[in-house]
Every structure is written in C-alpha cells, then in structure tokens.
C-alpha cells in the first residue's frame, strides 16, 4: 500500500509545489487566483490518495466534496473582487494594488 | 496502475501549463482539463461522489465562472510577467520534482502509522452521521459566499 500512497503524495507534492511557484511569480490577478485552484487539487488529490492508501476512503470522499463546495463559494467570492477590482484601476497588475492612496 | 499514473501526469501537466500559457482563456481550459483528469482519477479510486462533484461543479461551474471573469474584465493583456520567473519556474519545478522523487518516499516512512480500520456503511451514513455540524458551517459558507457576491455587485443609492 505504501506505494500507492507514495505515488498519489509525490504527484500532490508536485501540484502544490506548481501553485506556490505561481503564486510567487505571477502578476495577473487571474493567474494567481488559478495557481490557488491548482494547490487547492494538490490538497484534494492529497486528502483522497491517503484516504484511498489508508482504507478510509469515505471519510476522505466526504471531505473532499465538502472542500469542493466552499471552494465554489471562495471562486465566487474571490473572482467579484477581481471585478470590483478591475473597475477602480483598470488593469488586473497586482502592483497596482501596492500603490496605497490617502 | 500504469493508466492512473498517465493521469496523474497528465493532471500535473495541464496544471502547470494553466500556470505557464499566456493566454488567459486557454490557461482557464487547460484548469477545466486538469479538473477532468482529476475528477477521472476520482473515480478510479472508489470515489465516485467526490468525482462527480469535482467533474460537474469544478470543471463545469468554476470554468464558467472564470471565462465569464475574464471575458469581462478584458483578457488583461497589457501586463507583462517578469522574464526572470518565466525562466526560474521550470527549472525550480524540475528541481523540485527531483528532491520530491527521491526525498519523499523516506519523508512517508517516518510518518507514524495511525489507527486506520475499515469503515463500515455506506457513504451517506459517513457523510451524515459522522459529520453533522460541520455541514451546517458548509451551508453557512455557502449562504455567506451568496452574500459577499451580492454585496460585492451592490448599485449605489441614488443618494450616495
């Protein structure tokens, strides 16, 4: 079983490590709202694997969907600010958001 | 076996090239591919509820979601990502795949084996009987998230 696991943990290692180097580097607002939806499947895939490797696959499914469903809400969230963001400066450079007024 | 590696590598591709193209619809399609692959790989494991979730509402709902973002806001082309990073993330991430490949298997070795018996049931009965207040603070997330875009998308008063 270990080898399972050790499969399924190396390749969430890989997606997680991915999204912080985006996150790091990125500039776009989108990008780097993408780059947390990629660490956010290394932590699903992460969850289920050691559910899957460890015989508890139902308890990692549930909280896997419970993940997916806040997930939809941070997306909704997140991607209105993007917006609102993009009204006042037109332009989605986070710099821009460093720039503080009054 | 061999398939679900071919799909975790898949997945792990498609992951970084939503990361790495420049276009910004195509890096949203390529996140919708990498959802599938993942909801794929989900039903391979026994998980055929949390596939369906991450098939139809990450896959399907997120990437409307983010099309609709972008096709509001412009495609934001006039930025410019910084050269250096186009250069450092493939090597860093080459890098870390090597370390992860050879640290990680000892890494799972030292974790300490933790009480794990087969579950009984079926999933319903985990998902309700196991977990109830936490799906009440799911529902709560939800309506708040329901809150936060109506606030967020509110029209000013007239007297503003």
């Known amino acids: 079983m270990t080898n399972t696991w050790y499969l399924y943990v190396f390749f969430a290692a890989a997606l997680v490590c991915a999204g912080l180097l985006g996150l790091l580097g990125k500039r776009n607002l989108i990008k780097l709202f993408i780059a947390i939806e990629v660490i956010g499947k290394g932590i699903s895939l992460l969850l289920l694997g050691t559910g899957f490797a460890k015989a508890n696959i139902l308890t990692a499914q549930a909280l896997v969907i419970t993940y997916i469903v806040i997930e939809v809400s941070l997306v909704a969230t997140a991607l209105a600010l993007i917006i609102n963001i993009y009204r006042h400066t037109k332009s989605l450079d986070i710099r821009n958001l460093a720039k503080l007024k009054g | ?160």
């Open chain 2, 1 to 160: 076996m061999i398939l679900q590696t071919a799909l975790l590598i898949g997945l792990v591709i498609f992951s970084v090239l939503a990361l790495l193209l420049k276009d910004l619809l195509r890096s949203a399609i390529s996140l919708a591919l990498a959802s599938l692959l993942l909801g794929i790989i989900f039903f391979r494991m026994n998980a055929p509820y949390a596939g369906v979730f991450e098939i139809s509402v990450v896959a399907g709902l997120i990437t409307v979601l983010f099309v609709l973002t972008i096709a509001l806001t412009g495609k934001g082309e006039a930025i410019h990502e910084s050269r250096l990073v186009n250069w450092v993330f493939p090597l860093v991430f080459v890098a870390f795949l090597v370390i992860d490949a050879l640290v990680m298997k000892s890494l799972l070795g030292k974790v300490p084996a933790l009480a794990s018996g087969a579950e009984s049931g079926s999933f319903g009965e985990v998902l309700w009987k196991a977990r109830t207040i936490d799906l009440v603070g799911q529902i709560a997330v939800i309506l708040a998230g329901v809150f936060a875009v109506l606030a967020l998308f509110r029209k000013r008063d007239k007297n503003d």
